[in-house]
């Protein structure tokens, strides 16, 4: 999982409340990733950064929140107007933001919200 | 749509044995493909890159392979070992910006 920690490993919720996922990394990268596994489908991008104080959204960045105060921290939160909350998430960093370089993961956190 | 399609959905094989996983994909202009591994609960991890020129990589056991006239890429696991038992996922990234496209991923089981 090579310099990228993610926090924690197994989370619970309540429907209806926010939570943050954590997602540090030591690797010096300017681009950070939010990626949502489900199963049976490829990861699908939240949100990215490639700068510190700049972010994008992805693919499916409805019902989540992210900021990028520092270069090594990258916490999401998932809002409560996110419909689908559950699944496998995966933080990700690249040492720049072009596609050619390679993206390093975390080891997930798995939410579930009941 | 750029899409990517892998197969088979799951494999099983025995200790030892030798398999090939594919991986078909529509994403243009291509930049490259990776192939990463994928153990339960954990993050994937990079096993090869290749580019458009590329039609051949090995990292070990793993070989892959890419034909980008017909975009297929195959991953060749060589003498199986447990440790193998992960998902395979295949991962295509078009030419410009940052955009990565991954597949759903093949579970490879290998049993004793």
């Known amino acids: 999982d090579g310099g990228i920690t993610q926090s924690p490993k197994y989370l619970f919720r309540k429907e209806g409340q926010n939570v943050t996922l954590s997602c540090e990394q030591n690797?010096?990268?300017?681009?950070m990733y939010w990626y949502r596994q489900d199963p049976g489908q490829g990861l699908r991008l939240i949100y990215y950064?490639?700068?510190?104080?700049?972010?994008q959204k992805g693919d499916i960045a409805e019902g989540y929140s992210v900021s990028r105060e520092k270069k090594e921290s990258f916490p999401l939160t998932v809002t409560s107007a996110q419909k689908n909350p559950t699944a496998f998430y995966l933080c990700?960093?690249?040492?720049?933001?072009?596609?050619?370089?390679?993206?390093?993961f975390g080891p997930g956190t798995r939410l579930t919200v009941t | 749509k750029n899409q990517v399609e892998q197969s088979p959905q799951s494999l099983i094989i025995l200790e030892g044995k030798n398999c090939t996983l594919q991986?078909?994909?529509?994403?243009?202009?291509?930049?490259?493909l990776r192939w990463y591994k994928q153990d339960t609960g954990r993050g994937p991890v990079s096993l090869t890159i290749?580019?458009?020129?590329?039609n051949t990589k090995s990292n070990g056991r793993y070989t892959a392979t890419l034909d980008a006239d017909t975009k297929q890429s195959s991953l060749h696991i060589t003498a199986s070992q447990l440790s193998d038992s992960a998902s395979y996922i295949c991962?295509?990234?078009?030419?410009?910006?940052?955009?990565?496209?991954f597949g759903p991923g093949t579970r490879l089981s290998v049993l004793p």
């Open positions: 990700a960093s690249s040492i720049g933001g072009d596609s050619s370089y390679e993206q390093y």
């Open positions: 690797l010096n990268h300017d681009a």
């Open positions: 950064s490639q700068i510190v104080n700049d972010f």
């Open positions: 991986c078909n994909y529509t994403v243009s202009p291509f930049s490259n």
């Open positions: 290749m580019t458009f020129s590329e």
């Open positions: 991962v295509v990234s078009e030419s410009y910006g940052q955009n990565f496209v």
